[in-house]
């Protein structure tokens, strides 16, 4: 298999590793508090993110940054994402919240213009455009599917497209590892004070669930990295919206959530749009 086609079925596999993942912590989610839960998903992320950069002898260096306030910065919005994100998974469940969530390329887009300097065309802005307009066929009162919590995801998605521009903008000056180890030990310091003051006992089925998430959540970051690794990033973006498919199809099986007919018409708008963006990004960058 072709460097392309092994990084786009790893992809594939990523996507649906990240489906299950927000699958334990909808379920997990809706019995306990969002931040007990999240928290103790960070601080497995965190002792892992520590022992890798022992084992690899830089735990040191790993903290070496001359932009802490932007690391600091990024690890901080990472965490409230996933808080929101899995908040809006229960409150409006995983079909209505990854349809909108799906807005998030393009959001990175947007903001790539302010934070980064880049040069986003007239067409690429015509796509975000597009894009807003499938969300707001998603959020159509008509469609049953409106309330002040279906604007959750959305902001989950200005999060995490802010978090991804803020990465972008270190690695221009850190390593991956630097990046991750402050993720993971800042998200893990700041929710333990909101997570410990929320705690409450759990089953001991449900910290099989708690590990199954733990587990899963590890094994997405590391199929990812070696997604990045064996192809192109422009080969396999385009798989990235299969997580809404995997995420809808959990969430109509295992938690009888209803695919409305809007939701559906307003998600294809959205990927089409992300969909066009890329292509037009990758055609610029061809010019060049």
Not at 12 to 41: E, K, N, P
Not at 186 to 196: E, N, Q, Y
């Amino acid at each position: 298999m072709s460097g392309n086609g092994r990084g786009i079925a790893l992809m594939c596999l990523t996507m649906f590793a990240l489906a299950v993942q927000d699958g334990f912590s909808r379920h997990l989610a809706a019995q306990y508090d969002v931040t007990m839960v999240v928290m103790l998903r960070y601080w497995f992320f965190a002792v892992l993110a520590v022992a890798i950069a022992w084992r690899r002898g830089v735990l040191r260096h790993a903290w070496a940054t001359p932009r802490p306030g932007l690391q600091f910065a990024r690890a901080a919005i990472l965490a409230l994402e996933i808080v929101v994100l899995v908040w809006a998974f229960v409150a409006l469940g995983l079909t209505e919240s990854h349809a909108i969530f799906a807005l998030c390329p393009l959001l990175v887009a947007a903001l790539s213009v302010p934070l980064l300097g880049e040069r986003v065309g007239p067409a690429r802005w015509a796509a975000i455009g597009a894009g807003f307009a499938g969300v707001l066929v998603i959020l159509m009162p008509d469609g049953g599917v409106f309330s002040p919590l279906a604007l959750v995801p959305l902001g989950a998605a200005f999060l995490f497209a802010l978090y991804a521009v803020l990465t972008r903008l270190a690695s221009r000056t850190d390593t991956a590892l630097t990046s991750f180890v402050w993720t993971g030990v800042v998200g893990a310091v700041l929710l333990a004070p909101f997570g410990l003051a929320a705690w409450e006992p759990m089953t001991p089925a449900d910290w099989g669930w708690m590990a199954g998430l733990c587990i899963i959540a590890a094994a997405a970051q590391w199929l990812f990295i070696l997604t990045y690794e064996a192809a192109e990033a422009s080969a396999v973006q385009p798989f990235a919206y299969l997580q809404l498919v995997f995420a809808a199809a959990i969430g109509v099986t295992v938690f009888d959530e209803v695919l409305r007919p809007n939701v559906a018409v307003g998600a294809s708008i959205v990927i089409a749009a992300g969909l066009f963006a890329l292509w037009r990004a990758r055609q610029a960058t061809a010019a060049r």
